[in-house]
């Protein structure tokens, strides 16, 4: 809350200005209702016309003020607002840069950052209607109650009283009781969109097992159950707005009951009741949504946690802190590695140990779930061991720059990212200065048939999975430092061009070092090691041959793919 | 729209109780006002005593409260009107969405259809709740007030009634200019949105070429730029909210000094009617203005059922199934089946027979409708053309449950639901024959596995439960397949790569599944394919050849291409 206090707070001119014309917005609106109350008890009186037409001025006045002031007020707010979630975005863009890839690995879903994209839309709430109206509604009564006080301290308490009641009072009460409403609706929302997802990935399960009609079922009373929550829910928020008006009204009812009574018995002037009255029921149209504060802070304040529990225990390293890499290409080792995410029972990674000496090829093969791709996690500096050593050019990674570390090595993984761009844009990321000419002779190297200004939809959405695949080959060959790191490079790919560009592949990287995970056993003579991955450990490493010849589980799993449809 | 109006129309008490409670809140507001000049009137004018104002006192409270009490349940009802739609629409929704073809359901992209189902019927509810009343009370209290003027003094009526239509006036001059403009900052927005959105999703890309940093000013100047635009947008819709007021606050001035004038100069109007008319000219603005606000909620409500109804009036045609029993024996037929999902693809001349207890093993290049042709013959899709024949009877003839209960399906990534692994095997909550699931999981070698979960087979699987492995879940299926005991099994064997302890058991499994069943493989394995007695080789939608592997090996050449392809 703090935070989002001190963002807003950047904008002290804006908030500054806001809170004057809001109060004089506030001020000239009551003293425009007051004055026209004045005016016709004036006028009943037979005054000269002059004072009429002084008063009428007046009112004139007000009500322009009244408007352009609040004219002036939005603009200003909003503009501060849009500024904040300007500042928010990038803050928070800053931080996420700062701790990413490494915070990918505990939120993967883009469902989450999905949310967090919702969130700072949530938050324009707090400037608007959280931070600076309450300050200006409290300068507008206090100079209500100052202008009340000098007619009548009786009438100036009751609104102060009713006052707390509307803008404390009820509040609090309301969000004591709704917190835990809220939470309810929640559940049975996301009760319903679970089932919902059930209900359309397990569809032809469902068909089949003869089981649709009943989740059908399921699902209608779990719509019902959500509906009946909101129904509550919006029933709720009415009965308090009901408080609210009923609260306001009453005011009005008693201070007009205590004017009259003090006109009887002359402690008041007549000719001032009218203009009470109607200034407490303008006082109170601008109290009424104070009420809501409480619930938009309890908004904001979700969103704001959310925003911070991504980044809250992500400051283990730095990625630009640390010793750069000397020799290239380097080495690649593990030395009795252990390995076990957080929330695992059991160790992805047992045991590890090996070397890839720098300039030499090697492929890390196994079924899927063998820990292949998590011992590239650990090489990227994503993750750290839970025991042993990882060493990139005979350092530990603990002491490298991780910038200057990904810097140096090519990688390409299984899931990689295309921004909503062109072509040209998703290349150029690798290679900065590359020439038109130099991206499309890598484009043909790919056999891709792209023009650089195609567009490209956000996770190239509009791509076949070959055709992703290809193109960020196609990055790789544009960045071509002297190490590369490539998971399942090819697996997407038909057999013919997997084959044709394994071969350009093979040509690029002579001399460099390369790991390459792949799940099928291709061409493996060609490299200078295998890695054999099985649930977790290191089978066998060796060349293929040696391998072959020994008759062990890469020889068994060579027989499983013969047995195989090539696919 | 007309959807939108025909729900209301279907609740024609609801739309009556609306305009009765919008009268009597048209009356509370004139009697509340009345009652105030009443008193005000008494003490300052006729100088009464306070004790004869006592009952008018009491009257106005009682006004007052009915007011609250009337405008409340005003809201009720638009709650219970929106409760009441949202729940007969999503009901729609889902019935529409069981009935839909396969195809369309796995076609669809799920994360719309839960949007859909929840968020954009919950959109729906302004527009009962806060629109329809709105409007209602927008039209009757204003009528009522303005009547009420007109009845207490001409010239300020008349006065009202000339300045209050340049409320709606300017709404209308107004919309007109922002709504192009509206719609177009509402496409930036979810434009820029995604673009922060895929920033954020991409910054692990951005970071391993090393252009974090360098992206962020690309983000910064869209950031702005959009700032820029919404701020001009929003300039527009302010400037007719100032225009609103002073347009109101004109009103309601020129009304006061006419009153004072009327007063003073010519003496023809008392204190009473004076300060009844000027407390009565703020309610009657209000009402027209609030309507601006609620067309506001009611164009995004518009938006919403537009989709929706798009939804439910999509037709599509779903499985074709009759009443009659299933023959005994099911040997399954396809003659001259046509297919297509309506796209350049199309599957044609489909041919088949499969007889009981045959082993039948489809093959071809990826894309050519293997899975396909199985979700025919597993009645999850329909054929366009041609027919399915389910031993003598066409299969548009048959009982569906029937049906279903007797074949098995296991799919490449079979969905498991929240729930145990006894639950998911016997696809039904509570008892289950214990005995039963037990040598079902023998059977799909789950037991050994089972043995190291510590509650067995009541661990809990699916969304909420223990994740599995594709492998794993492939045998949880295999295991529902040996506990249903069905005739018939859909199997789409696995491309990729399982551990060689899990491909094993799988392939031990399979085998036993075979030896009791008809079954029908889309094959990546050679073993499986050798064995088959009937191998269908698809290739652009039509079946090349189908055969033995020993009639095949030496007579067809992309059969021999196919499986010669292997050992490279």
Redesign the interface.
């Known amino acids: 809350m703090n935070e989002l206090i001190d963002t807003v707070l950047k904008e002290k001119r804006a908030v500054l200005i806001a809170i004057i014309l809001g109060s004089i917005g506030g001020i000239t609106s009551v003293a425009?209702?007051s004055l026209?109350?004045f005016?016709?008890?004036k006028?009943?009186l037979?005054?000269p016309?002059y004072i009429?037409l002084f008063l009428?001025a007046c009112?004139?006045l007000f009500?322009?003020l009244?408007?352009?002031s609040?004219?002036g007020e939005?603009?200003i707010s909003?503009?501060a607002t849009?500024?904040i979630l300007?500042d928010l975005?990038?803050t928070f863009?800053?931080q996420?840069?700062k701790i990413?890839?490494r915070v990918?690995t505990k939120y993967r879903s883009?469902d989450l950052?999905?949310r967090?994209?919702g969130d700072?839309?949530t938050l324009q709430n707090f400037f608007l209607r959280v931070f600076y109206p309450p300050i200006v509604t409290a300068i507008v009564f206090i100079c209500t109650m100052f202008f009340t006080w000098f007619f009548s301290a009786w009438i100036a308490a009751i609104i102060l009283l009713s006052l707390l009641v509307t803008t404390v009072v009820l509040p609090a009460l309301i969000l004591m009781h709704q917190r835990k409403k809220t939470v309810k609706i929640l559940l049975e929302?996301s009760a319903?969109?679970?089932e919902?997802?059930?209900?359309?990935?397990?569809?032809?399960?469902l068909?089949?097992?003869?089981?649709?009609?009943n989740k059908?079922n399921d699902?209608?009373h779990l719509?019902?159950r959500?509906?009946?929550q909101?129904?509550k829910r919006?029933?709720e928020i009415?009965?308090h707005?009901?408080y609210n008006?009923?609260l306001a009204?009453?005011t009005?009812?008693a201070v007009?009951?205590i004017g009259?009574?003090f006109?009887?018995?002359q402690q008041l002037d007549?000719?001032y009741?009218?203009m009470l009255?109607?200034l407490t029921l303008t006082v109170f149209e601008l109290a009424i949504p104070m009420a809501l504060v409480p619930s938009y802070m309890e908004e904001s304040k979700q969103a704001m946690e959310r925003l911070q529990s991504v980044m809250i225990d992500h400051d283990e390293k730095i990625?630009a802190v640390g010793t750069t890499i000397k020799k290239q290409p380097f080495s690649v080792s593990f030395h009795t590695v252990n390995f076990r995410y957080d929330e695992a029972h059991q160790m992805t990674l047992k045991n590890i140990n090996f070397v890839i000496p720098q300039g030499t090829r090697a492929t890390i093969v196994?079924?899927?779930?063998?820990g292949k791709s998590t011992i590239f996690q650990l090489l990227?500096d994503y993750y750290s061991p839970s025991s042993g050593v990882v060493c990139v050019a005979g350092q530990p990674l603990e002491s490298v720059c991780s910038?200057d570390l990904?810097?140096k090595?090519t990688?390409m993984?299984q899931q990689?990212?295309?921004?909503?761009g062109t072509v040209r844009d998703n290349l150029v990321?690798?290679k900065d200065d590359a020439s038109d000419a130099e991206l499309l002779s890598v484009l043909q190297e790919m056999e891709l048939d792209f023009e650089l200004d195609e567009i490209i939809y956000?996770?190239g959405e509009n791509l076949s999975g070959g055709e992703k695949q290809r193109l960020a080959l196609a990055?790789v060959w544009l960045?071509n430092t002297p190490v590369w790191l490539l998971d399942e490079p090819f697996s997407a790919l038909?057999?013919q061009t997997e084959r044709r560009i394994y071969e350009r592949m093979m040509q690029k990287t002579m001399g460099k070092t390369v790991v390459m995970i792949s799940?099928r056993l291709m061409a493996l003579q060609r490299m200078d090691q295998v890695l054999v991955m099985?649930?977790g450990e290191l089978v066998e490493v060796g060349h293929y041959d040696d391998l072959m010849q020994k008759k062990g589980?890469l020889y068994?799993?060579k027989q499983?793919e013969?047995?195989?449809?090539?696919? | 729209m007309l959807w939108l109006q025909q729900n209301i129309l279907k609740n024609k008490g609801l739309l009556i109780a609306f305009i009765v409670v919008s009268i009597l809140v048209g009356g509370a507001i004139i009697f509340q006002s009345f009652y105030i000049v009443k008193i005000v009137n008494a003490v300052f004018i006729e100088n009464s005593s306070f004790a004869s104002l006592l009952p008018t006192i009491w009257l106005l409270i009682a006004v007052v409260i009915a007011r609250v009490l009337l405008t409340t349940s005003n809201s009720y009802l638009g709650v219970l009107l929106s409760s009441k739609v949202k729940q007969t629409i999503r009901e729609q929704l889902l019935l529409k969405w069981q009935s839909n073809p396969l195809q369309s359901t796995l076609q669809g992209q799920s994360g719309s259809k839960v949007t859909m189902l929840i968020d954009l019927i919950d959109e729906l509810e302004s527009f009962y709740r806060d629109y329809i009343p709105q409007v209602i009370k927008s039209i009757i209290v204003p009528l009522m007030i303005i009547s009420v003027i007109f009845y207490t003094h001409f010239y300020s009526g008349l006065i009202l009634l000339i300045t209050a239509p340049f409320i709606p006036l300017s709404y209308v001059i107004v919309g007109l200019q922002t709504r192009k403009k509206a719609e177009r900052q509402l496409v930036e927005l979810s434009t820029f949105s995604g673009k922060f959105l895929d920033l954020l999703q991409g910054l692990q890309t951005l970071k391993l070429f090393g252009q974090g940093k360098k992206q962020r000013i690309h983000l910064e100047e869209s950031n702005k730029q959009f700032q820029k635009s919404t701020m001009t947008l929003l300039k527009t819709a302010f400037a007719s909210t100032f225009f609103i007021e002073i347009v109101v606050t004109l009103g309601i001035g020129l009304v006061a000094i006419e009153i004072a004038f009327q007063m003073i100069t010519f003496e023809a109007m008392t204190f009473a009617q004076a300060f009844f008319i000027l407390a009565l000219a703020p309610e009657f603005f209000n009402a027209i203005k609030d309507l601006g606000g609620a067309f506001h909620t009611g164009r995004s409500s518009l938006a919403a059922a537009e989709l929706v109804q798009k939804e439910l009036n999509h037709e599509e045609a779903s499985v074709q199934w009759g009443t009659e029993e299933i023959p005994k024996n099911i040997t399954l037929r396809l003659i001259d089946g046509g297919f297509s999902y309506g796209g350049k693809f199309k599957m044609k001349q489909l041919n088949i027979t499969i007889e009981k207890g045959e082993q039948v093993a489809i093959i071809g290049p990826t894309g050519q409708g293997k899975t396909t042709l199985l979700n025919i013959l597993a009645g999850v899709y329909d054929l366009q053309e041609g027919e399915v024949i389910i031993g003598d009877k066409r299969r548009a003839l048959v009982d569906q449950q029937q049906w279903f209960q007797r074949i098995a399906y296991i799919s490449q990534n079979p969905y498991l639901f929240a729930g145990t692994i006894a639950e998911n095997i016997q696809m039904a909550k509570g008892q289950c024959d214990e005995k039963a699931l037990k040598e079902a999981l023998e059977k799909a070698q789950l037991d050994e596995w089972l043995q190291e979960l510590p509650d067995g087979f009541n661990t809990s699987v699916g969304e909420a439960g223990r994740g599995l492995s594709g492998g794993e879940k492939q045998r949880i299926a295999l295991a529902r397949a040996f506990y249903k005991k069905p005739q018939i099994v859909f199997f789409d064997e696995p491309t990729m790569g399982l551990d060689l302890k899990t491909e094993r058991a799988i392939q031990i499994a399979i085998e036993r599944l075979a030896q009791q069943t008809t079954m029908v493989t889309v094959a990546h394995r050679m073993h499986t394919i050798y064995n088959a007695d009937k191998i269908i080789l698809l290739d652009q939608g039509v079946i090349q050849i189908m055969g033995t592997h020993e009639e095949l090996k030496n007579t067809n050449d992309q059969y021999q291409q196919m499986i010669g392809g292997q050992s490279s």
């Open positions: 425009l209702f026209s109350g005016i016709i008890s006028a009943a037979l005054p016309l009429i009428a009112l004139k009500g322009f009244k408007s352009l609040r004219y939005r603009l909003h503009e849009l500024t300007n975005r990038m863009y800053d996420l840069e990413t890839p990918f883009g950052l999905s967090v994209v700072v839309e929302r319903l969109s679970t919902m997802t059930e209900f359309l990935f397990g569809f032809r399960d068909v089949i097992s003869d089981q649709l009609s059908t699902l209608l719509a019902k959500y509906a009946q909101q129904q919006s029933t009415i009965r707005q009901a008006t009923l009204m009453l009005v009812v007009l009951t009259a009574y006109v009887t018995t007549g000719l009741l009218a009255v109607l990625d196994g079924a899927s779930g063998s990227l910038e990904w810097s090595t990688v993984l990689n990212h295309f921004f909503y990321l690798a956000e996770k990055r960045k038909d057999p799940h099985d649930n589980y068994d799993l499983l013969n047995n195989r449809l090539p696919s």
